[in-house]
């Protein structure tokens, strides 16, 4: 069984920075491209970023690039979501995902994250 344990987030003002972290269990983390999303109150769940099993590769969200960065470390089963110029509509829980094939199987219970203007 998996398991996707978000933390980092918080309260913080725009233009501040936060460091989201999100630790996997199981022996085969570094088999799986993983990624973060959001969810904002009264609105749909939304992709933010991605990245590949080995970290060579990410992709995202055209409303954060340039801003997050996402990275991982795969000797501690880590992926994490630098986010940097925060703004107040990046409020809203984040949830990291495994993802296999086109979908996602595995997900954290999420972080809030709250940036005030």
């Known amino acids: 069984q998996v398991q996707l344990v978000e933390s980092g987030g918080g309260l913080v003002q725009a233009g501040g920075s936060l460091r989201l972290s999100c630790a996997a269990s199981?022996?085969?983390?570094?088999?799986?491209?993983m990624d973060w999303f959001r969810q904002a109150p009264g609105k749909e769940r939304e992709f933010v970023a991605a990245?590949?099993?080995?970290?060579?590769?990410?992709y995202y969200a055209e409303s954060v690039k340039g801003r997050f960065t996402i990275s991982r470390d795969n000797a501690k089963n880590m992926v994490y979501l630098q986010m940097n110029s925060l703004e107040p509509e990046d409020t809203a829980v984040y949830y990291c995902?495994?993802?296999?094939?086109?979908?996602?199987?595995?997900w954290g219970q999420g972080t809030q994250v709250t940036v005030s203007s």
């Open positions: 995902a495994r993802r296999t094939g086109l979908n996602n199987d595995y």
């Open positions: 199981g022996r085969t983390f570094s088999s799986y491209n």
């Open positions: 990245i590949n099993w080995s970290g060579a590769i990410t």
